[in-house]
């Protein structure tokens, strides 16, 4: 029985199918809200709807020369790790799937394996495209995992557990950490961009010079289940900032309020912004973000150490 | 994976189909890293044969024809074109028609400065001001449509004049257009200024200096942001131009930022110079008669394009056809600024210095193929081709 | 600089390679030079800091009824400008065989132009550094230079 219920956790709901068009959707009101700031008119509401379902209908082209299982098995992995991160958080305000001491750190690994599958599926192909764009996609991940991490951290000692639950439980009775903690909120903010390869951080994809970078070659189903990764990793970073930052998420109402406001943000961002070099990602990464959050890090460490002695 | 001694050379191919390019061309940058060693240019992809096809159709067909040389700047080819053929002819057009001629001159160039904004916006990534610059010069079209009736390959030359008089109604109406244009274009002055993270793509790259520039023999506003002074509006006045002069701008950095300065400044400039005309225009007739042989000759016309100067030479032996038309766009000379630019920078900004000099393909490649079969080697003349077409289309609507 | 004056400058430096002088517009100056001297007439105008290389402009004047082919000839114009004075360089090369030095050495920017010559007319331009084609395909057959008089698209009914 228990099996059972751990199957439609995984492809039902929470993660799976529900938590598949939640990040769509999420997709659908990023790029609206970017349409609107541009002055444009956007996309349809099932527009990226039609498109997975237009591409998983496409055949896979198997470009020569790439190792067709690694070609395969990239998308699928991409797409798992993100669905299994989603059992680890509590989404909709709900509880989690599964939980246990440390949930935290397997949660921030599952989410990193989307930007190492498409690094490699980029460097599987040949095309130069793909491998400029798995280069830079890589060293922006050298980047902004630290300090996102750090920023993850910064809460968790707040709340003395490294669960998540337990920490959203912490963040839900005490001040919003958004306010203790403005830098690491920042942070995460930014490292989600990062994570997203969103601009400005766009530099892995930056069509203008390597056309589609690591993912140039993927057509079809390959590149359908990347879109979907993309999308739940998207709701899962957004629901994490909030459970952290924006004092938890109790019910479904606040869930989806707090995670629109993020969204919100980032759209603002991206329309604001200029795409950034690698060299220029690199620099601003470690030359300030980093610094702030070691800085902000330390701060939390030393407050917390004093309530412990004291 | 190989284990050669050989470091290998890794070349990322930009073209003939490329994000970075809105027309087919292509090149070849060698890259160490994320850093370009070595770069080559292949041109043609857009190639035409219209200096050739000019030469077997009579004067006035080929206004037409020039005028397609390019999309963009469809009306300044034209003018040329006019106004070396009434050169030629001993034929001079009535005041108001070269004042005409001028107010469109400019409008267009307006609307080729913007689209080169919002062109090269999208190649930094700054898609917002893409955006917002192209919404713009939506206004621009419309007013070169209330003037002309078109929107793109305006026609408003014909030999001897324009074919359009400016009624007051429509002058009231560019001029409420330019009130809302003026104000937009300070503010995208203000932006490329003042936005750090677009400045961070802009300034101090790709740096053309005065030398540089003098030596390569660069044109137009990639020029003038090199600090040489060379504006044939200013140097050679022509159809309008001595009556109402426009102001030469000059930036001295010869960076990115500076040629995207200089082409919203100079945008301020045309916009004062089309209210100057439309408030002045002188009155009259706007054609004259044209013989229908031009006299023999030989006539070389400079005209400043939006992208810079650009000559067309006119030969005539006295018949109804020209003996010889060559035309030099200001994208040749520019060209050759590309490659010798991109050694020594990173990739991200290859695709910025290639549209920093708004480079026209179209305007580039014109001239001379009559195209060729496929497969075989005879050559394809205006009629197969056109024979070719009309079959082709039969038969796919057959199908 | 009054019109006499600049254009006058131009005729008197190149005074020595002057074949014949031609004003085919008041702004403009034509030098009629042998092929020979073309280097040396471009060095002496750089040297003396006429403005810049605009462009080169291949001329077929074609072969007329009865003239011998030997005779007939291809011009070459090299126009330079300095403000709105065009000072053009006119060399003649022989149809039989066409040959010209190339101006690269001097002039570097001059590489597209002298290619877009050697391709469009079949001049030889020896000596310059990319004798590659510009524009025409690279399937283009060998020794088809459509610029040429004889190479002629059917006439198009108008």
């Known amino acids: 029985m228990n099996n059972i219920n751990g199957l439609i956790a995984l492809l039902l709901f929470p993660s799976g199918l529900f938590i598949m068009a939640g990040g769509l959707a999420y997709q659908w009101i990023d790029r609206k809200l970017v349409a609107q700031l541009q002055n444009r008119i956007g996309p349809r509401w099932f527009q990226p709807f039609a498109d997975v379902v237009k591409l998983l209908v496409k055949e896979e082209v198997i470009p020569e020369g790439a190792n067709p299982w690694l070609f395969q098995a990239m998308p699928i992995l991409a797409l798992a790790s993100a669905l299994t991160a989603v059992l680890y958080v509590p989404m909709f305000g709900l509880r989690a799937a599964y939980s246990f001491p440390g949930d935290l750190i397997v949660t921030v690994y599952l989410m990193s394996v989307l930007t190492i599958s498409i690094a490699l599926a980029g460097t599987n192909t040949l095309t130069r495209f793909s491998l400029v764009g798995a280069t830079r996609a890589l060293t922006q991940l050298f980047c902004y995992e630290a300090p996102f991490l750090l920023a993850l951290l910064g809460p968790a000692i707040a709340a003395g557990s490294w669960q998540i639950g337990e920490i959203a439980a912490y963040a839900g009775k005490n001040w919003w950490m958004i306010i203790t903690q403005p830098v690491g909120f920042f942070i995460a903010m930014v490292g989600l961009m990062g994570k997203l390869e969103l601009p400005p951080f766009d530099a892995p994809e930056a069509e203008t010079e390597i056309v589609a970078g690591a993912l140039t070659e993927y057509s079809g189903r390959g590149y359908a289940l990347f879109r979907l990764a993309q999308g739940v990793e998207l709701i899962v970073g957004l629901t994490l900032i909030s459970l952290f930052y924006l004092g938890g998420i109790s019910n479904p109402l606040f869930f989806i309020v707090k995670t629109l406001c993020l969204l919100f943000i980032l759209a603002a961002l991206q329309a604001l912004l200029t795409r950034l070099r690698i060299d220029q990602t690199v620099g601003l990464w470690w030359r300030f973000i980093a610094v702030l959050g070691l800085l902000q890090f330390l701060a939390i460490a030393i407050f917390a150490t004093w309530r412990w002695i004291g | ?399 | 600089m009054s019109t006499e004056s600049v254009l006058q400058n131009g005729s008197e430096l190149l005074k020595e390679f002057t074949v014949e002088q031609l004003t085919p517009e008041e702004h403009r100056l034509d030098l009629v030079i042998k092929p020979e001297d073309l280097t040396a007439a471009v060095s002496r105008l750089q040297q003396a800091g006429w403005d810049y290389l605009a462009g080169i402009t291949g001329l077929d004047p074609g072969v007329k009824k009865g003239e011998d082919e030997g005779n007939s000839f291809f011009e070459v114009l090299y126009h330079f400008c300095s403000g709105r004075y065009v000072l053009t360089l006119r060399a003649r090369v022989s149809r039989k065989e066409p040959k010209i030095a190339s101006i690269c050495g001097i002039i570097p920017s001059a590489s597209f132009f002298e290619r877009e010559l050697m391709e469009m007319f079949g001049i030889t331009v020896v000596d310059t550094p990319n004798p590659e084609r510009l524009f025409l395909p690279d399937s283009w057959p060998e020794g088809v230079y459509p610029l040429r008089k004889d190479f002629a698209g059917r006439e198009v009914t108008a």
């Open chain 2, 1 to 399: 994976m190989h284990t050669s001694e050989h470091r290998e050379q890794f070349i990322v191919p930009i073209g003939p189909q490329h994000p970075a390019l809105k027309e087919p061309g292509h090149f070849e940058f060698t890259v160490d890293g994320e850093t370009v060693t070595a770069a080559s240019a292949r041109l043609g992809y857009a190639h035409r044969g219209i200096e050739k096809a000019c030469e077997q159709r009579t004067w006035v067909q080929n206004l037409y024809l020039f005028e397609r040389v390019c999309g963009i700047c469809s009306h300044i080819h034209a003018t040329c074109y006019a106004a070396a053929v009434e050169k030629l002819a001993g034929v001079e057009a009535p005041p108001r028609a070269q004042a005409i001629r001028e107010v469109v001159a400019e409008l267009e160039r307006i609307h080729s400065h913007l689209l080169w904004l919002g062109v090269a916006a999208h190649e930094a990534g700054f898609d917002t001001l893409f955006m917002y610059t192209w919404r713009d010069r939506e206004t621009v079209m419309d007013l070169l449509e209330v003037i002309t009736g078109n929107r793109v390959n305006y026609s408003a030359n014909i030999l001897g004049g324009v074919k359009n008089d400016i009624t007051p109604e429509q002058s009231a109406e560019v001029l409420k257009g330019l009130d809302f244009l003026e104000k937009r274009i300070q503010h995208y002055l203000h932006v490329v200024q003042n936005d750090e993270f677009f400045l961070q793509r802009t300034r101090g790259i790709g740096v053309t200096t005065k030398e540089m520039a003098e030596r390569l023999g660069i044109v137009g506003p990639t020029a003038r942001a090199s600090g040489v002074a060379r504006d044939v509006r200013v140097d050679s006045p022509y159809i309008a131009y001595p009556q109402f002069p426009v102001n030469m701008m000059v930036e001295e950095s010869g960076d990115l930022e500076a040629r995207t300065v200089i082409r919203i400044k100079e945008l301020t400039e045309s916009c004062r110079v089309i209210r100057q005309i439309l408030e002045n225009m002188p009155e009259g007739e706007i054609e004259t008669k044209m013989p229908r042989r031009i006299k023999e000759g030989e006539v070389l016309m400079r005209v400043e394009a939006p992208r810079g100067e650009l000559w067309y030479f006119v030969k005539s032996n006295g018949g109804e056809k020209p003996e010889r038309v060559h035309v030099r766009t200001p994208t040749i000379p520019n060209m050759a600024s590309v490659v010798a630019l991109a050694v020594g920078h990173q990739l991200a900004d290859i695709p910025m210095i290639l549209a920093g000099i708004d480079p026209c393909f179209s305007c580039q490649d014109r001239a001379v193929i009559v195209n060729y079969a496929k497969g075989g080697h005879d050559h394809w003349t205006w009629e197969d081709l056109r024979r070719y077409g009309i079959e082709y289309y039969r038969k796919q609507r057959r199908v």
